[in-house]
């Protein structure tokens, strides 16, 4: 097995090339004006992610006994999808927040109120250079998928991975977003265990299944989603990340806010319908109940009142539950990965299974 030590250096490699494969001179002089370029880059250069699901790509591809610098561009391709989700999540969220940084939409409020923007504006104009950002970003994704076929990938490979990423992939993490979002304003009694975890699949499961779907079909050169290392490995991954989703919102109520680069709390002021959320109020009191249904969903709540939320959902063992079901998850996702040969990549995603549950940013 590989240490987690090691695992780490393995990922920030993978993250490594994506990056500069991304920030090489001949893409980043294509985007003009300077506020575009500026925007679309804001996540991506100096305040750069993980690479998790580019680095799952990878070792997808290498696990099915391909190349993995022959995926490079789907694993650039995979990152700026990515991106692109997280500027408009950011606006839809009104997260000012993101990497220890200014959001795309508030940093350029801030730079346009420097232009001579006042109030409703400047925050106008924030808002539409993150929109546009985001769908520069989407048609990039698009634009470096067919880069494969300059590596010698199959095209109808690279035609079908397309229809996957803009069809299926797009319509089912945009429709767990609007659960999302409508979620945080239903009662919370008219919601289940299954639905939210269903939402949480369509909003980070999906574009995981992906990455292990992709990255097996470019080793494998096929497009046969019923093949089964490709099967078995994208839903591997597609488990992980439901996984991932559900430690990330254990983070958001008892992470680290510089770890993070964000403020924790901040589910609990948009009165996000998270498992942990869910098991609270299912098994609280009803002194509980109306305690937290007058903090969640308050964009005024102090950082004590979150508090006080946080407190009942521990003593509730709402946290405790909803991270025993996230393992739950990546045991889960690993039998499904039994059948893949034994190999350094398939140790790879093991460990990359095991880092989703344990990171702890």
């Not at 997280?86 to 969220?93: F, R």
């Not at 232009?115 to 634009?143: P, R």
């Not at 007058?294 to 946080?310: C, F, K, M, P, Q």
């Amino acid at each position: 097995m590989i240490s987690m030590n090691e695992f780490e250096k393995e990922l920030a490699k993978r993250g490594d090339l994506v990056y500069e494969y991304l920030t090489s001179t001949r893409y980043q002089e294509r985007f003009v004006p300077e506020v575009i370029h500026d925007s679309v880059y804001l996540y991506l250069g100096g305040r750069r992610g993980k690479s998790l699901r580019p680095a799952v790509l990878l070792f997808s591809c290498g696990a099915a006994g391909g190349d993995e610098e022959i995926a490079l561009p789907a694993a650039a391709a995979t990152e700026v999808f990515h991106t692109w989700t997280l500027v408009h999540d950011d606006v839809i969220d009104r997260d000012c927040m993101r990497r220890g940084g200014y959001t795309v939409h508030e940093e350029f409020r801030r730079r346009g109120a420097d232009l001579g923007y006042d109030g409703d504006n400047a925050v106008h104009y924030g808002t539409s250079i993150a929109i546009l950002a985001g769908d520069v970003q989407q048609g990039w994704s698009v634009s470096l998928l067919s880069e494969l076929v300059e590596r010698g990938v199959d095209p109808n490979v690279v035609l079908h991975l397309i229809r996957m990423m803009e069809t299926e992939v797009v319509l089912t993490l945009l429709s767990g977003q609007i659960f999302d979002v409508q979620y945080s304003k239903a009662p919370i009694e008219s919601l289940s265990e299954d639905k939210i975890l269903g939402m949480l699949w369509r909003k980070t499961g999906a574009l995981y299944e992906f990455a292990g779907s992709a990255g097996a079909m470019i080793g494998l050169s096929t497009t046969d989603t019923r093949n089964e290392l490709v099967r078995s490995i994208s839903q591997f991954t597609c488990r992980c990340g439901t996984a991932f989703q559900l430690q990330d919102d254990i983070l958001g109520v008892v992470g680290d806010t510089k770890k993070l680069g964000k403020t924790v709390g901040s589910d609990i002021r948009e009165g996000k319908r998270t498992l942990i959320v869910y098991h609270a109020f299912t098994h609280a009191d009803e002194a509980q109940k109306r305690r937290m249904s007058r903090i969640l969903g308050n964009e005024n709540t102090s950082d004590e009142e979150a508090g006080e939320v946080v407190d009942i959902m521990s003593e509730l063992g709402s946290i405790e539950y909803t991270r025993a079901l996230a393992d739950s998850y990546v045991k889960e996702a690993k039998e499904h990965i039994e059948i893949v040969p034994g190999s350094r990549y398939k140790d790879l995603l093991l460990t990359w299974a095991d880092y989703m549950v344990s990171r702890e940013s």
